[in-house]
Protein backbone atom coordinates (compact mmCIF):
# COMPACT_ATOMS: atom_id res chain seq x y z
CA UNK A 1 0.00 0.00 0.00
CA UNK A 2 1.48 3.30 -1.26
CA UNK A 3 2.50 5.67 1.76
CA UNK A 4 0.50 8.99 2.38
CA UNK A 5 2.84 12.29 2.16
CA UNK A 6 1.34 13.24 5.70
CA UNK A 7 2.79 9.64 7.25
CA UNK A 8 5.94 10.03 5.65
CA UNK A 9 6.74 13.78 7.01
CA UNK A 10 5.68 11.83 10.45
CA UNK A 11 8.04 9.24 10.21
CA UNK A 12 11.01 11.24 9.57
CA UNK A 13 10.03 13.40 11.99
CA UNK A 14 9.81 10.27 14.47
CA UNK A 15 12.30 7.84 13.62
CA UNK A 16 15.22 10.12 12.09
CA UNK A 17 15.72 13.69 13.61
CA UNK A 18 19.44 13.42 12.48
CA UNK A 19 18.97 12.40 8.18
CA UNK A 20 19.28 8.98 9.11
CA UNK A 21 15.91 7.67 7.75
CA UNK A 22 17.68 6.99 4.22
CA UNK A 23 20.72 4.54 5.79
CA UNK A 24 17.97 2.16 7.60
CA UNK A 25 15.68 2.30 4.75
CA UNK A 26 18.63 1.24 2.66
CA UNK A 27 19.41 -1.65 4.97
CA UNK A 28 16.36 -2.87 4.90
CA UNK A 29 15.96 -2.94 1.24
CA UNK A 30 19.27 -4.48 1.64
CA UNK A 31 17.99 -7.03 3.62
CA UNK A 32 14.98 -7.90 1.53
CA UNK A 33 17.14 -7.99 -1.46
CA UNK A 34 19.29 -10.64 0.41
CA UNK A 35 16.62 -12.43 1.35
CA UNK A 36 14.22 -12.47 -2.01
CA UNK A 37 17.53 -13.29 -3.72
CA UNK A 38 18.92 -15.78 -1.85
CA UNK A 39 15.98 -17.39 -0.17
CA UNK A 40 16.75 -19.63 3.02
CA UNK A 41 20.08 -18.74 2.32
CA UNK A 42 19.83 -15.53 3.19
CA UNK A 43 19.18 -16.69 6.81
CA UNK A 44 23.07 -17.71 7.18
CA UNK A 45 24.04 -14.67 5.19
CA UNK A 46 22.28 -12.59 7.72
CA UNK A 47 22.13 -14.40 11.23
CA UNK A 48 24.90 -17.34 11.47
CA UNK A 49 23.98 -19.11 15.01
CA UNK A 50 27.05 -19.70 17.24
CA UNK A 51 27.56 -23.97 17.40
CA UNK A 52 30.10 -25.88 18.88
CA UNK A 53 31.17 -29.55 18.45
CA UNK A 54 29.59 -32.13 21.36
CA UNK A 55 33.21 -34.18 22.41
CA UNK A 56 33.13 -36.26 24.69
CA UNK A 57 35.99 -36.96 28.14
CA UNK A 58 35.35 -40.59 29.44
CA UNK A 59 31.95 -41.62 30.09
CA UNK A 60 30.20 -38.30 29.77
CA UNK A 61 29.55 -35.76 26.68
CA UNK A 62 31.02 -32.59 26.76
CA UNK A 63 29.77 -29.06 24.88
CA UNK A 64 31.68 -25.49 25.87
CA UNK A 65 33.24 -27.40 28.92
CA UNK A 66 30.38 -28.31 30.72
CA UNK A 67 28.65 -32.51 30.56
CA UNK A 68 25.92 -32.19 28.00
CA UNK A 69 22.78 -34.31 28.81
CA UNK A 70 20.70 -34.66 25.88
CA UNK A 71 16.87 -35.59 26.04
CA UNK A 72 15.47 -35.88 22.40
CA UNK A 73 13.64 -37.90 20.23
CA UNK A 74 13.77 -39.81 16.92
CA UNK A 75 11.82 -38.74 13.64
CA UNK A 76 13.63 -40.47 10.81
CA UNK A 77 11.10 -39.06 7.94
CA UNK A 78 12.72 -35.33 7.90
CA UNK A 79 14.54 -36.06 4.88
CA UNK A 80 11.85 -37.77 3.12
CA UNK A 81 9.51 -35.32 3.83
CA UNK A 82 11.69 -32.05 2.77
CA UNK A 83 12.11 -33.36 -0.80
CA UNK A 84 8.47 -32.04 -1.80
CA UNK A 85 7.11 -28.59 -1.32
CA UNK A 86 4.05 -29.79 -0.33
CA UNK A 87 5.58 -31.74 2.72
CA UNK A 88 8.42 -29.82 3.61
CA UNK A 89 6.66 -27.52 6.39
CA UNK A 90 6.53 -30.32 8.49
CA UNK A 91 10.29 -30.47 8.59
CA UNK A 92 10.40 -27.07 9.70
CA UNK A 93 7.57 -27.30 12.22
CA UNK A 94 8.92 -30.53 14.28
CA UNK A 95 12.36 -28.77 14.40
CA UNK A 96 10.77 -25.87 15.91
CA UNK A 97 8.43 -27.68 18.09
CA UNK A 98 11.58 -29.85 19.46
CA UNK A 99 12.98 -26.50 20.09
CA UNK A 100 10.46 -24.96 22.15
CA UNK A 101 10.14 -28.20 24.37
CA UNK A 102 13.71 -27.56 25.18
CA UNK A 103 14.69 -30.78 23.11
CA UNK A 104 18.32 -30.72 21.83
CA UNK A 105 18.99 -33.89 19.61
CA UNK A 106 16.72 -35.76 16.80
CA UNK A 107 17.89 -38.84 14.97
CA UNK A 108 16.91 -39.02 11.77
CA UNK A 109 17.75 -41.13 8.33
CA UNK A 110 20.59 -39.81 6.37
CA UNK A 111 19.88 -43.04 4.08
CA UNK A 112 17.55 -43.30 1.44
CA UNK A 113 18.58 -46.49 -0.56
CA UNK A 114 17.28 -47.33 -3.83
CA UNK A 115 13.21 -47.16 -3.09
CA UNK A 116 10.72 -44.08 -3.62
CA UNK A 117 12.70 -40.69 -2.95
CA UNK A 118 16.42 -42.43 -2.64
CA UNK A 119 18.92 -40.20 -1.98
CA UNK A 120 21.44 -43.45 -3.64
CA UNK A 121 20.12 -44.61 -6.60
CA UNK A 122 22.33 -47.26 -7.36
CA UNK A 123 25.69 -47.41 -6.34
CA UNK A 124 27.40 -44.20 -6.43
CA UNK A 125 24.75 -42.43 -8.06
CA UNK A 126 22.59 -39.92 -6.70
CA UNK A 127 19.38 -38.13 -6.74
CA UNK A 128 20.76 -33.80 -6.26
CA UNK A 129 17.07 -33.47 -5.37
CA UNK A 130 16.76 -35.44 -2.18
CA UNK A 131 20.56 -34.50 -1.16
CA UNK A 132 19.37 -30.80 -1.08
CA UNK A 133 16.32 -32.48 1.12
CA UNK A 134 19.24 -33.72 3.59
CA UNK A 135 20.93 -30.07 3.28
CA UNK A 136 17.33 -28.21 3.94
CA UNK A 137 16.84 -30.31 6.77
CA UNK A 138 20.48 -30.27 8.61
CA UNK A 139 20.00 -26.17 7.91
CA UNK A 140 16.91 -26.04 9.45
CA UNK A 141 18.28 -27.80 12.45
CA UNK A 142 20.63 -25.02 12.76
CA UNK A 143 18.30 -22.29 12.58
CA UNK A 144 16.78 -24.06 16.23
CA UNK A 145 19.23 -25.14 17.47
CA UNK A 146 18.57 -28.95 17.31
CA UNK A 147 21.56 -31.31 16.96
CA UNK A 148 21.06 -34.44 14.76
CA UNK A 149 21.82 -38.13 14.86
CA UNK A 150 22.42 -39.18 11.17
CA UNK A 151 22.07 -42.52 10.77
CA UNK A 152 23.63 -44.19 7.39
CA UNK A 153 22.16 -47.25 6.44
CA UNK A 154 19.01 -49.49 7.77
CA UNK A 155 19.85 -53.22 8.82
CA UNK A 156 15.82 -53.30 8.15
CA UNK A 157 14.35 -53.64 4.56
CA UNK A 158 12.91 -49.92 4.93
CA UNK A 159 14.44 -47.44 2.97
CA UNK A 160 16.22 -49.91 1.48
CA UNK A 161 18.46 -50.86 3.83
CA UNK A 162 21.63 -53.96 3.85
CA UNK A 163 19.07 -55.73 1.64
CA UNK A 164 19.25 -53.15 -1.23
CA UNK A 165 23.28 -52.91 -1.02
CA UNK A 166 23.01 -56.89 -1.44
CA UNK A 167 20.39 -56.77 -4.65
CA UNK A 168 22.38 -54.43 -6.23
CA UNK A 169 25.77 -56.56 -6.01
CA UNK A 170 23.87 -59.53 -6.92
CA UNK A 171 22.60 -57.71 -10.07
CA UNK A 172 26.17 -56.12 -11.46
CA UNK A 173 27.19 -60.13 -10.57
CA UNK A 174 29.41 -58.91 -7.91
CA UNK A 175 28.08 -60.88 -5.48
CA UNK A 176 29.44 -63.29 -3.09
CA UNK A 177 26.20 -64.35 -1.67
CA UNK A 178 22.62 -63.38 -1.52
CA UNK A 179 22.13 -63.58 2.15
CA UNK A 180 21.36 -60.17 3.85
CA UNK A 181 24.34 -60.82 5.48
CA UNK A 182 27.03 -60.49 3.38
CA UNK A 183 26.55 -56.90 3.72
CA UNK A 184 28.96 -57.16 6.33
CA UNK A 185 31.23 -59.06 4.51
CA UNK A 186 30.99 -58.94 0.84
CA UNK A 187 34.17 -56.83 -0.29
CA UNK A 188 32.04 -55.19 -3.18
CA UNK A 189 29.05 -54.18 -0.81
CA UNK A 190 31.57 -52.68 1.86
CA UNK A 191 32.91 -50.82 -1.18
CA UNK A 192 29.51 -49.42 -1.88
CA UNK A 193 28.69 -48.53 1.70
CA UNK A 194 32.48 -46.88 2.14
CA UNK A 195 31.77 -45.06 -0.98
CA UNK A 196 28.34 -43.86 0.10
CA UNK A 197 29.46 -42.72 3.61
CA UNK A 198 32.43 -40.47 2.00
CA UNK A 199 30.02 -39.05 -0.37
CA UNK A 200 27.61 -37.94 2.39
CA UNK A 201 30.52 -36.70 5.00
CA UNK A 202 32.22 -34.58 2.37
CA UNK A 203 28.91 -33.24 0.72
CA UNK A 204 28.50 -29.53 0.96
CA UNK A 205 25.36 -28.25 2.19
CA UNK A 206 24.16 -25.80 -0.86
CA UNK A 207 22.09 -23.85 1.92
CA UNK A 208 24.71 -23.48 4.58
CA UNK A 209 27.92 -24.17 2.53
CA UNK A 210 29.25 -26.03 5.23
CA UNK A 211 30.50 -29.55 4.45
CA UNK A 212 28.79 -32.08 6.14
CA UNK A 213 31.94 -33.43 7.98
CA UNK A 214 32.69 -29.40 9.43
CA UNK A 215 28.77 -29.07 10.69
CA UNK A 216 28.73 -29.29 14.92
CA UNK A 217 25.04 -28.89 14.37
CA UNK A 218 25.45 -32.86 13.44
CA UNK A 219 26.08 -34.50 17.10
CA UNK A 220 27.21 -37.92 15.42
CA UNK A 221 27.11 -40.50 12.75
CA UNK A 222 25.52 -43.60 13.54
CA UNK A 223 26.53 -46.82 11.25
CA UNK A 224 23.69 -48.83 10.95
CA UNK A 225 20.17 -48.73 12.44
CA UNK A 226 19.89 -51.92 14.85
CA UNK A 227 22.11 -54.02 12.94
CA UNK A 228 22.28 -57.88 13.56
CA UNK A 229 24.34 -60.52 11.72
CA UNK A 230 22.17 -63.92 12.33
CA UNK A 231 24.46 -66.06 10.13
CA UNK A 232 27.18 -65.52 12.59
CA UNK A 233 26.51 -65.58 16.28
CA UNK A 234 29.53 -65.36 16.97
CA UNK A 235 29.77 -61.89 16.56
CA UNK A 236 32.70 -61.94 14.31
CA UNK A 237 31.79 -61.08 11.33
CA UNK A 238 29.97 -57.58 12.63
CA UNK A 239 32.72 -56.89 15.00
CA UNK A 240 34.70 -56.49 11.94
CA UNK A 241 32.62 -54.27 10.00
CA UNK A 242 32.05 -52.35 13.02
CA UNK A 243 35.87 -51.82 13.55
CA UNK A 244 36.23 -50.82 9.90
CA UNK A 245 33.43 -48.94 9.18
CA UNK A 246 33.93 -46.57 12.37
CA UNK A 247 37.93 -46.40 11.62
CA UNK A 248 36.48 -45.09 8.10
CA UNK A 249 34.46 -42.72 9.27
CA UNK A 250 37.41 -41.28 11.66
CA UNK A 251 39.69 -41.44 9.02
CA UNK A 252 36.93 -38.89 7.02
CA UNK A 253 35.75 -36.79 10.02
CA UNK A 254 37.82 -36.80 13.05
CA UNK A 255 35.88 -34.23 15.26
CA UNK A 256 32.10 -35.82 14.92
CA UNK A 257 31.30 -38.90 17.75
CA UNK A 258 30.42 -41.91 16.21
CA UNK A 259 28.17 -45.06 17.29
CA UNK A 260 27.63 -48.01 16.50
CA UNK A 261 23.07 -47.88 16.27
CA UNK A 262 22.84 -50.99 18.86
CA UNK A 263 19.57 -51.95 20.46
CA UNK A 264 22.15 -52.89 23.62
CA UNK A 265 21.58 -57.04 23.47
CA UNK A 266 24.31 -59.00 25.15
CA UNK A 267 25.75 -61.93 23.00
CA UNK A 268 25.12 -65.68 24.40
CA UNK A 269 28.81 -66.00 25.72
CA UNK A 270 28.78 -62.63 27.88
CA UNK A 271 27.68 -62.94 31.48
CA UNK A 272 24.90 -60.68 31.33
CA UNK A 273 22.87 -62.57 28.87
CA UNK A 274 20.84 -63.15 31.37
CA UNK A 275 19.68 -59.83 31.68
CA UNK A 276 18.55 -59.95 27.83
CA UNK A 277 14.51 -60.29 27.52
CA UNK A 278 14.65 -63.32 25.52
CA UNK A 279 17.00 -65.96 24.75
CA UNK A 280 17.78 -66.01 21.06
CA UNK A 281 18.78 -62.21 21.35
CA UNK A 282 21.65 -63.62 22.65
CA UNK A 283 22.23 -65.26 18.66
CA UNK A 284 21.68 -62.83 16.45
CA UNK A 285 25.72 -61.72 15.70
CA UNK A 286 25.52 -58.78 17.98
CA UNK A 287 27.36 -58.46 21.47
CA UNK A 288 26.84 -54.78 23.09
CA UNK A 289 30.36 -54.48 25.38
CA UNK A 290 32.25 -56.28 22.45
CA UNK A 291 30.85 -54.10 19.70
CA UNK A 292 31.13 -50.60 21.43
CA UNK A 293 34.70 -51.26 22.92
CA UNK A 294 36.66 -49.94 19.85
CA UNK A 295 37.96 -46.95 20.00
CA UNK A 296 36.97 -45.32 17.08
CA UNK A 297 33.40 -45.99 18.40
CA UNK A 298 32.74 -42.93 21.09
CA UNK A 299 29.55 -43.88 22.88
CA UNK A 300 27.40 -46.72 23.12
CA UNK A 301 23.35 -46.92 22.09
CA UNK A 302 20.89 -48.86 23.24
CA UNK A 303 17.24 -49.33 22.77
CA UNK A 304 13.81 -49.99 24.89
CA UNK A 305 11.27 -52.01 23.57
CA UNK A 306 9.32 -53.67 26.35
CA UNK A 307 6.12 -54.49 25.02
CA UNK A 308 7.91 -55.68 21.79
CA UNK A 309 10.42 -57.65 23.62
CA UNK A 310 8.08 -59.25 26.55
CA UNK A 311 5.56 -61.71 26.50
CA UNK A 312 4.29 -59.89 29.56
CA UNK A 313 1.13 -57.66 29.62
CA UNK A 314 1.45 -56.13 33.21
CA UNK A 315 2.52 -52.31 32.66
CA UNK A 316 4.60 -52.91 36.32
CA UNK A 317 6.07 -55.39 34.97
CA UNK A 318 7.31 -54.10 31.54
CA UNK A 319 8.58 -50.58 33.34
CA UNK A 320 10.61 -53.25 35.81
CA UNK A 321 12.44 -54.59 33.10
CA UNK A 322 12.79 -51.22 31.60
CA UNK A 323 14.49 -49.56 34.86
CA UNK A 324 17.35 -52.99 34.93
CA UNK A 325 17.43 -52.82 31.27
CA UNK A 326 18.53 -49.38 32.06
CA UNK A 327 20.76 -49.25 34.61
CA UNK A 328 22.60 -53.02 33.59
CA UNK A 329 23.77 -50.52 30.71
CA UNK A 330 25.01 -47.97 32.58
CA UNK A 331 26.88 -50.00 34.63
CA UNK A 332 29.00 -51.01 31.99
CA UNK A 333 29.04 -47.85 30.52
CA UNK A 334 30.64 -46.70 33.99
CA UNK A 335 32.70 -50.01 34.55
CA UNK A 336 33.13 -51.79 31.47
CA UNK A 337 33.60 -49.26 27.93
CA UNK A 338 33.92 -45.91 30.08
CA UNK A 339 32.22 -44.08 27.41
CA UNK A 340 28.64 -42.35 27.51
CA UNK A 341 25.38 -44.37 27.22
CA UNK A 342 22.99 -43.08 24.85
CA UNK A 343 19.20 -44.82 24.83
CA UNK A 344 18.57 -43.53 21.49
CA UNK A 345 15.23 -45.47 20.61
CA UNK A 346 12.63 -46.07 23.68
CA UNK A 347 8.35 -46.02 23.27
CA UNK A 348 5.47 -48.20 23.88
CA UNK A 349 3.16 -49.44 21.05
CA UNK A 350 -0.69 -48.42 21.22
CA UNK A 351 -1.71 -51.89 19.69
CA UNK A 352 -0.92 -53.43 23.17
CA UNK A 353 -3.50 -55.23 24.92
CA UNK A 354 -5.09 -52.75 26.89
CA UNK A 355 -3.18 -49.66 26.04
CA UNK A 356 -3.83 -46.84 27.54
CA UNK A 357 -1.78 -42.90 27.16
CA UNK A 358 -1.45 -43.16 30.63
CA UNK A 359 1.03 -46.64 30.03
CA UNK A 360 3.38 -44.29 27.43
CA UNK A 361 3.86 -41.30 30.21
CA UNK A 362 4.47 -43.82 32.82
CA UNK A 363 7.56 -45.39 30.63
CA UNK A 364 8.62 -42.16 30.00
CA UNK A 365 8.78 -40.75 33.44
CA UNK A 366 10.64 -44.13 34.11
CA UNK A 367 13.23 -43.24 31.42
CA UNK A 368 13.87 -39.84 32.43
CA UNK A 369 13.92 -40.39 35.88
CA UNK A 370 16.85 -43.23 35.25
CA UNK A 371 18.70 -40.69 33.02
CA UNK A 372 18.57 -38.03 35.77
CA UNK A 373 19.50 -39.95 38.77
CA UNK A 374 22.52 -41.11 36.52
CA UNK A 375 23.36 -37.39 35.52
CA UNK A 376 22.72 -36.51 38.65
CA UNK A 377 25.87 -38.45 39.93
CA UNK A 378 27.91 -37.55 37.31
CA UNK A 379 27.31 -41.59 35.73
CA UNK A 380 27.03 -42.25 32.12
CA UNK A 381 23.72 -42.22 31.48
CA UNK A 382 23.85 -39.92 28.97
CA UNK A 383 20.37 -38.99 27.64
CA UNK A 384 17.23 -40.84 25.69
CA UNK A 385 15.99 -40.34 22.77
CA UNK A 386 11.84 -41.16 22.40
CA UNK A 387 10.46 -42.68 19.72
CA UNK A 388 9.43 -40.92 17.92
CA UNK A 389 7.33 -37.40 17.05
CA UNK A 390 5.40 -36.47 14.46
CA UNK A 391 3.29 -33.27 13.92
CA UNK A 392 -0.12 -33.27 12.82
CA UNK A 393 -1.73 -34.29 9.07
CA UNK A 394 0.66 -36.97 9.56
CA UNK A 395 -1.15 -40.02 10.30
CA UNK A 396 -0.65 -42.36 7.65
CA UNK A 397 3.06 -42.21 7.96
CA UNK A 398 2.52 -42.92 11.95
CA UNK A 399 3.41 -46.54 13.49
CA UNK A 400 2.11 -47.75 16.43
CA UNK A 401 4.76 -45.70 18.38
CA UNK A 402 4.57 -42.38 17.33
CA UNK A 403 2.81 -39.04 18.56
CA UNK A 404 2.23 -35.56 18.70
CA UNK A 405 3.54 -34.42 22.18
CA UNK A 406 1.34 -31.22 21.99
CA UNK A 407 -1.79 -33.24 21.68
CA UNK A 408 -1.74 -34.58 25.19
CA UNK A 409 -0.10 -32.55 27.95
CA UNK A 410 0.78 -34.92 30.38
CA UNK A 411 3.25 -35.99 28.09
CA UNK A 412 4.28 -32.50 26.98
CA UNK A 413 4.88 -31.71 30.17
CA UNK A 414 6.73 -34.71 31.08
CA UNK A 415 9.39 -34.10 27.73
CA UNK A 416 9.72 -30.49 28.82
CA UNK A 417 10.51 -30.65 32.54
CA UNK A 418 12.80 -33.29 31.55
CA UNK A 419 14.54 -31.15 29.49
CA UNK A 420 14.80 -28.46 32.15
CA UNK A 421 15.92 -30.99 34.60
CA UNK A 422 18.82 -31.96 32.65
CA UNK A 423 19.95 -28.41 31.62
CA UNK A 424 20.19 -27.21 34.93
CA UNK A 425 22.62 -29.67 35.49
CA UNK A 426 25.11 -27.31 33.65
CA UNK A 427 23.77 -23.94 35.68
CA UNK A 428 21.73 -21.52 34.84
CA UNK A 429 24.57 -19.77 33.38
CA UNK A 430 24.07 -21.97 30.39
CA UNK A 431 20.54 -21.89 29.94
CA UNK A 432 19.89 -19.87 26.29
CA UNK A 433 17.33 -19.43 24.07
CA UNK A 434 14.26 -21.31 24.47
CA UNK A 435 15.94 -23.30 27.35
CA UNK A 436 16.26 -19.73 29.13
CA UNK A 437 12.35 -19.28 28.57
CA UNK A 438 11.73 -22.08 29.33
CA UNK A 439 13.41 -23.24 32.69
CA UNK A 440 13.69 -20.04 34.52
Known amino acids: M ?14 APNGLLYPILGLASLVAFIYMSFGDFAFFLLKEPEISFVGRNGTQFILDGKPFYINGWNSYWLMDHAVDEFSRPRVRAMLQAGSKMGLTVCRTWAFNDGSYHALQISPGLFDEQVFKALDYVIAEARRYGIRLILSLVNDLQAYGGKTQYVKWAWQEGLGVSSSNDSFFFDP ?3 TYFKNYVKTVLTRKNTIT ?26 GDTLQDWIEEMSAFVKSIDKRHLVTVGLEG ?38 HIYPDQWLSVDNVEDKLEFVKKWMISHIEDGDKQLVKPIMFTEFGLSNQNKDFHPDHRDELIKTVNDVIYKSARKGECGAGSLFWQLFVGGMEEYNDDFG ?38
Request: proline share 7%; aromatic share 10%.
Open 2 to 15: PISTKSHQFSVKML
Open 265 to 302: FYGSKNPKSMGNPSWWVGTIGTDFIRDSRPSTIDFASV
Open 209 to 234: GIRYKDDPIIFAWELINEPRCMSDPS
Open 188 to 190: SIR
Open 403 to 440: LVPWQRQSTLKLMTEQSCRLALLRGRSYLTGTLKKLCT
